[in-house]
């Protein structure tokens, strides 16, 4: 399944997605990540580590890393909406979202950034990502590595 959203999550942050992270995002969040269900938990920690990885891309102009930080802070908002079943403000969020990346397009544009991604994200920044949302060490992550994880179906 997250193969599926994988090429849309590249280009929304402009980098690559190893398998074997994406395998990894599903494993750990299946195995560190409580109180929500797959898949979901695991496109949150593919989302965050592009995002991370986008927002620590060297040479990157500041009102674009601040667009994208406001495109964050609006998703989030928009997702606690829909959790809360108010699809009002989440339909507002969705606009607002909309507007933002669209401003992102034209600062990219504006600064004459090539929308090919320079940055690949691997087991490394998916094992940071879980460590950063649980509160576990990176070391603690690792140690429930995968080796072939009934989690793999959800990948695909």
Do not use: W
């Amino acid at each position: 399944m997250l193969h599926g959203l994988k090429r849309a999550y590249e280009q929304f942050h402009s980098v690559n997605y190893s398998d074997d992270a994406i395998e990894c995002a599903v494993y750990y969040a299946g195995r560190c990540i409580k109180g929500r269900e797959l898949p979901g938990k695991a496109v949150d920690v593919i989302d965050e580590a592009g995002a991370s990885a986008q927002l620590h891309q060297p040479g990157l102009p500041e009102d674009v890393k601040d667009n994208q930080k406001r495109i964050r802070f609006i998703v989030h908002r928009m997702e606690s909406a829909i959790a809360n079943h108010e699809f009002e403000k989440a339909r507002f969020y969705s606009d607002e979202e909309r507007k933002e990346r669209e401003n992102l397009r034209n600062l990219r544009t504006s600064h004459k950034l090539d929308e090919s991604p320079a940055l690949t994200v691997g087991r490394e920044e998916i094992e940071n990502v879980v460590s950063k949302l649980t509160g576990l060490s990176v070391e603690e992550v690792r140690g429930s590595q995968p080796t072939d994880s009934p989690s793999q179906d959800m990948a695909s």
